[in-house]
């Protein structure tokens, strides 16, 4: 099925630095959606976004959802250890047949070292 | 907040024999649910669409047979992984949206680690 297009697929950074992350699509979305995922868990959510244009902090964390909405970014400041994990950016459209189906990016690798 | 529960959380069982895993939503109800199978690095692959009081709807290359899908309630949902075999053995997922906030997030599932041997 469709993927989004998630960059880079890994990380390898030191502890302190600033991490950024980005999802491209071929076709528009309403909703852009972060997650992040660690070993043997699902998937927790850390930023929603609802328009076009929206630029959302969580913390160490800020997203904005493109203007085109065909894309989304992530930034995480300041990483810390516990930030190691899987992120995955989600698209989807509410209503219609697809009953708001999630589109996945491949996912990004994160791994901080102390 | 918007909780998923998923159980168990690991199983391991015999080639040839049947696994349920459930998924429910602890604290609104959900008309729709998903299930999710992942491979270790790589993205959910969607496998179905679970509607409640309704058939499944199974996405391409998913054996409907295979994986049995029931919706019976507005906040439980079951996977049931029918004589499965090693290849079976994955990260199943699940998650749920809020019946009253459509066009909102999901939420997920811890998933269910399983293993035939």
């Known amino acids: 099925g469709q993927q989004l297009n998630q960059s880079p697929q890994s990380m390898f950074i030191q502890e302190g630095e600033d991490v950024s992350m980005n999802c491209t699509s071929s076709?528009?979305?309403?909703?852009w959606l972060w997650y992040k995922q660690d070993p043997g868990e699902g998937p927790v959510l850390l930023i929603a976004?609802?328009?076009?244009?929206e630029l959302t902090s969580n913390g160490r964390l800020t997203a904005q959802f493109g203007i085109t909405r065909k894309d989304s970014f992530l930034n995480i400041s300041a990483s810390i250890p516990s930030d190691v994990g899987i992120y995955f950016c989600a698209g989807f459209n509410a209503g219609g047949t697809s009953y708001g189906k999630l589109t996945f990016g491949q996912g990004t690798i994160l791994t901080v070292h102390p | 907040g918007a909780v998923v529960s998923q159980h168990p959380s690991r199983v391991i069982c015999k080639s040839g024999t049947s696994v349920k895993i459930e998924c429910r939503s602890l604290?609104?109800?959900?008309?729709?649910m998903f299930w999710y199978r992942q491979f270790p690095k790589k993205s959910l692959m969607l496998m179905a669409t679970?509607?409640?009081?309704?058939?499944?709807?199974?996405e391409q290359g998913v054996e409907k047979d295979k994986f049995l899908i029931n919706h019976a309630s507005l906040t439980l949902s079951t996977l049931t992984v029918t004589s499965a075999h090693p290849e079976d053995s994955s990260f199943y997922i699940c998650?749920?949206?809020?019946?009253?906030?459509?066009?909102?997030?999901?939420?997920f599932g811890q998933g269910t680690r399983l293993t035939v041997v």
């Open positions: 679970s509607n409640e009081g309704s058939k499944a709807t199974y």
């Open positions: 076709s528009i979305f309403n909703t």
């Open positions: 604290d609104f109800q959900a008309t729709t």
């Open positions: 976004l609802y328009k076009a244009g």
């Open positions: 998650s749920a949206r809020n019946r009253d906030l459509w066009n909102t997030e999901a939420f």
